[in-house]
């Protein structure tokens, strides 16, 4: 097998754990929406406090495809996605606020 084979391979198992990383963020953003019990008055408000939840469940999966479509190495891929990873916790639920 050639060394870039085993590169290529390598690589798709770098974005897979990736993959399975971000798919964990969302579930964590997704169990932070369901579990939160406030919620704004209003019409305008509960609008725009739905729209912000939708953006924080759908924001790693947007982060992590938008990275793969647009990264011009494997080595800025992996660093965008790390930084992604970082930036993307769901704080709510990691410190127990819902």
């Given at each position: 097998m050639s060394a870039r084979r085993r590169g290529a391979q390598g690589s798709v198992v770098v974005l897979i754990v990736f993959a399975v990383l971000f798919a964990a963020e969302t579930l964590g953003w997704v169990a932070a929406v369901l579990r939160n019990p406030f919620g704004p008055d209003g019409l305008a408000a509960e609008v725009l406090y739905f729209l912000g939840e939708a953006?924080?469940?759908?924001?790693?999966?947007?982060?992590?495809?938008?990275?793969?479509?647009?990264?011009?190495?494997?080595?800025?891929?992996?660093?965008?996605?790390?930084?992604?990873l970082v930036l993307l916790v769901p704080w709510p639920f990691v410190i127990g606020a819902v």
């Open positions: 953006f924080a469940v759908l924001a790693p999966a947007a982060w992590f495809l938008a990275t793969v479509w647009l990264a011009r190495t494997p080595q800025s891929r992996d660093i965008v996605l790390i930084v992604g």
